[in-house]
């Protein structure tokens, strides 16, 4: 599976042959020089929940690639009023997709969208097909929830969680997360876009590999195969 960082949470992952985006967050983004988003032509774009910096980029590019939307009811719904076409999940529940599963999983954290429209409550998710299944946590503190996606879904084969601290855990909690979810290749995200979630990234790598776990911390821009 090809997997492509833009910085902050935003991903491009290659499942079957269809591209996942999660969190179109590219135009503001500090860390992504390149911002041409006439390129990026997703088929379905994740949203785990309302903030710009998770959101920021699905209107150009939903309306670029038609691509459709799968996030809570509150968020497709508003993008569904700029004539965006997606698929409403909520907390627990999962569907089929062409791609395969994508479930909506508990997340703590905050969402409103950018004009002050309601989003609903932040989520994450989990998503598999019969060769793979990853846990995009989206923004959200440490919790006991996250114990249940190992009792509910496959096994994961990695997973994308936030390490930067203040809005969201810190890589500390997120290595306990790791154990929660009972996953062993983690990569970062939401890390040294803003002052505020800057982190000392050897220190990150250690707190995981105490654990017995791997952090792997992508360069914006650049692509990964797992
Ligand atoms: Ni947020
Ligand atoms: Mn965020």
Redesign the pocket.
Known sequence: MNIKFFGQ?TFLLGMGDKELMFDPFISSNPLIMDKDLSNIKPDYILLSHG?G??VEDTEPIAKNSNAKIISNYEITTYFGTKGIEGHPLNHGGKAQFDFGTVKYVNAIHTSSLPDGTYAGNPGGFVVWNSETCFYFAG?TALTMDMKLIPLTCPKLDFAILPIGDN?TMGYEDAAIAAEFIDCDKIIGC?FDTFGYIEIDKEAAAAAFKAKGKELILMEPGSTIQI
């Open positions: 949470s903030h910096d998770h923004d809005f939401h």
